[in-house]
C-alpha cells in the first residue's frame, strides 16, 4: 500500500503539472505577465500536498517580521519539502533548486515564472552566478528558499551545509532563518519508494543577522551555529 501511496503521489504532481502548467504558462506569455502563474503555482503545490494525504503543521512564523525579506535555509530529506516550503512561509519567496530539474517538461519552463532559479553546483564559477543573480532579487524585496544541503538526505540524515546561501544572504543584506522540516522523511523518504500520509511539522527560529560576517570565520562559524539548530530541532 506504500508503494502504491508513492506512485499515486507522483501521479498526482504529474497531473496537475501536465493539466495546469501549458495553458497558464502559455497565457501568462501571451499577455507578458509571469506573476499570474505564481497563484497557480501555489495551487498546485498546496493541492498536491492535500490529495497526497500530507498536512503541514508550521510553528514560529510570529519571529517574522512580515515587512522583512530573508532567506530561509533548511534541511531537505523528501520531494514534499519543496512544496511545504513554497507554500507555509506566510510570504511569496523564490527557491534555488538544482539544474536537473530543468529538463522536467513543463516545470523547467515554469521555473523561471515563479522565481525558482537553477544552480549547478559542479560548476563553481556558474553558481556563483546564480547566487549574485538572486542576490540582486533579494534586494528588490523577494525572499528565498535553500535546502542548504544540497541534494536530498537519506531518512534520518543530515548532511554537511553548502555556503552559497550564507553568502547570498550576505551579499543581499538580509539576515537568514533556519527552518527545521520534520518527518517528510517518514511521508515519502529518498530512496525508500514509499510513502503515506501524515503530517509534516516546519519549525522557523529566530532570524539571524548576517551583516557582520566579514571574514570566512565569521561565516563558517554561522553556518555551524545554524547547522547545530537545525539538528536538535529535528
Not at 559542479?122 to 552566478?129: G, K, L, M, P
Request: net charge positive; hydrophobic share 45%; charged share 20%.
Amino acid at each position: 500500500m506504500r508503494r502504491l501511496h508513492y506512485w499515486w503521489s507522483l501521479f498526482v504532481a504529474g497531473a496537475l503539472l501536465g493539466l495546469l502548467g501549458p495553458p497558464i504558462l502559455l497565457f501568462s506569455w501571451l499577455v507578458n505577465k509571469h506573476e499570474l502563474v505564481y497563484p497557480w503555482a501555489m495551487f498546485g503545490a498546496r493541492n498536491w500536498l492535500r490529495l497526497s494525504g500530507v498536512r503541514v503543521k508550521v510553528r514560529g512564523l510570529e519571529l517574522l517580521d512580515p515587512k522583512q525579506t530573508y532567506v530561509f535555509v533548511s534541511n531537505h530529506r523528501s520531494y514534499l519539502d519543496t512544496a511545504a516550503m513554497f507554500v507555509f512561509t506566510g510570504r511569496r519567496i523564490g527557491l534555488l533548486a538544482k539544474k536537473e530539474l530543468l529538463k522536467v517538461p513543463v516545470l523547467g519552463v515554469g521555473m523561471g515564472f515563479v522565481n525558482v532559479m537553477a544552480i549547478d553546483r559542479t560548476n563553481r564559477e556558474s553558481a556563483i552566478r546564480t547566487t549574485e543573480a538572486a542576490a540582486r532579487r533579494i534586494q528588490s524585496g523577494v525572499s528565498f528558499a535553500v535546502f542548504v544541503e544540497g541534494t536530498r538526505a537519506k531518512p534520518g540524515e543530515l548532511l554537511p551545509f553548502k555556503k552559497g546561501a550564507f553568502y547570498m544572504a550576505r551579499q543581499a543584506g538580509v539576515p537568514v532563518v533556519p527552518v527545521a522540516i520534520k518527518n517528510s522523511d517518514v511521508l515519502m523518504g529518498k530512496g525508500t519508494g514509499e510513502a503515506r500520509s501524515g503530517t509534516i511539522e516546519m519549525v522557523f527560529m529566530p532570524p539571524v543577522d548576517t551583516i557582520e560576517m566579514t571574514t570566512d570565520e565569521d561565516m563558517n562559524r554561522l553556518i555551524a551555529s545554524v547547522r547545530d539548530s537545525i539538528a536538535k530541532e529535528i
